[in-house]
């Protein structure tokens, strides 16, 4: 059984940077397409980046695009997901996503994903 635990979230002011990590226990991070999606409150689930382990090209959100960078270690069975020029809007809990499909186009809206870690909360204030 695959698990997966965030870490790096907490509060940053506008304009900062932040360094989320996603930690894979039970599986093997090579042979799995891993995300990371957000939810802000009284919003729905919003794709932010994807790593498909059949290639190394990443896909991400538009609203996070030039801003993020999704990156992985399969050494470390560990992705990283490095938020620069953050804004007010990306205030949100963060989940990092595992499946065993290859490629995932577009990303998925969500519920393609087998695996879901507990989320880490970021917070950016002006």
């Known amino acids: 059984q695959v698990q997966l635990g965030e870490s790096g979230g907490g509060l940053v002011q506008a304009g900062g940077s932040l360094r989320l990590s996603c930690a894979v226990f039970?599986?093997?991070?090579?042979?799995?397409?891993m995300a990371w999606f957000r939810q802000a409150p009284g919003k729905d689930r919003e794709f932010v980046a994807v790593n498909n382990w059949s290639d190394a090209t990443p896909i991400y959100g538009d609203s996070v695009k030039g801003r993020f960078t999704i990156s992985r270690d399969n050494a470390k069975n560990t992705i990283v997901l490095q938020m620069n020029n953050l804004k007010l809007e990306d205030t949100a809990v963060y989940y990092c996503?595992?499946?065993?499909?290859?490629?995932?186009?577009?990303?998925?809206?969500?519920?393609?994903?087998?695996?879901w870690g507990q989320g880490t909360q970021v917070f950016v204030s002006s």
């Open positions: 039970g599986g093997t991070l090579s042979t799995l397409t």
């Open positions: 996503a595992a499946d065993s499909s290859p490629f995932m186009s577009g990303g998925g809206s969500g519920i393609e994903y087998d695996y």
